[in-house]
């Protein structure tokens, strides 16, 4: 089998060659896919959420496809035939409703595609504070079309002294807690929403490893932290990856966690 086109170029193969393909060359059996992109469980729980559920239409002809990620899981839905349309949408409301929230895109859609998609339609803005992940959330933000509208800015603090002066920590939180700690992320993300003016703000600190670690705080330990209009939140994760592995995971968690606000905002 071929390889597909880069991920660049996907948007024109979509809009430009798979239509002249289907036309010229059209399938005998009509085929029809849906993919849901999920995030915030694992594989081995999505699939024994809709298992059971889905027999009834796996038996029509519908087949399931999981395909896991770093931080997210796809369910992929397909079915050949007449009725493939039919059992396609059909497992699709099953899945929808069983995963809910977890669902962040379909198909193609990239978790940084939404957020800022939700934030432009909300009319909101978005700062950064970042630390283990280099800046890597801005990366992904910023990958996005449009997403000057949103995105006012960022910091990577990563030395203490960055966190004091640019973010607003306080000296005392840093002796106190340490850097990757509750408090401190806190302070990034109220500290980055403040010197941004922006509606909202997330922050990041931990330790990617392969050193760093103490037995309160091993390596994975993450703080992702969340502030906006009502007020801030702090989750703790362990990502136990490699160091690139867990700064991906931590980006796309901090995306979640923002996405998550806005599609309840």
Known sequence: MLPGPPRE???????????????????????VCRTLRTGGVGESAVQE????????LVAQGLAVGYCARVGQVDVRLTARGADAEKIVRAGEAVVQQILGVNIYGFDDEEI????????TERKKTLALAESCTGGGIANRVT?????????????????NAVKEKFLGVHAETLARHGAVSETVAREMAEGARVEFGADFALAVTGVAGPSGGTPEKPV???????????????????NLYEREAFK???AQ????????RLATA
């Open 9 to 31: 170029l996907r948007p024109m193969f979509d809009d430009a060659v798979v239509p002249v393909l289907r036309r010229e060359f059209p399938l005998a059996v009509p085929f």
């Open 49 to 56: 959420k809709i298992k059971p559920p889905l027999a009834a």
């Open 112 to 119: 940084e595609q939404i957020v800022v998609r939700l934030l």
């Open 143 to 159: 990958n996005v079309p449009g997403a000057s509208v949103v995105f006012l800015g960022g910091v990577v603090g990563y030395a």
């Open 220 to 238: 994975g330990t993450v703080f992702i932290a969340l502030a906006g209009p009502l007020g801030s939140v702090v989750e703790r994760r362990l």
């Open 248 to 250: 991906q995971l931590t």
């Open 253 to 260: 968690q901090a995306l979640e966690m923002l996405r998550r």
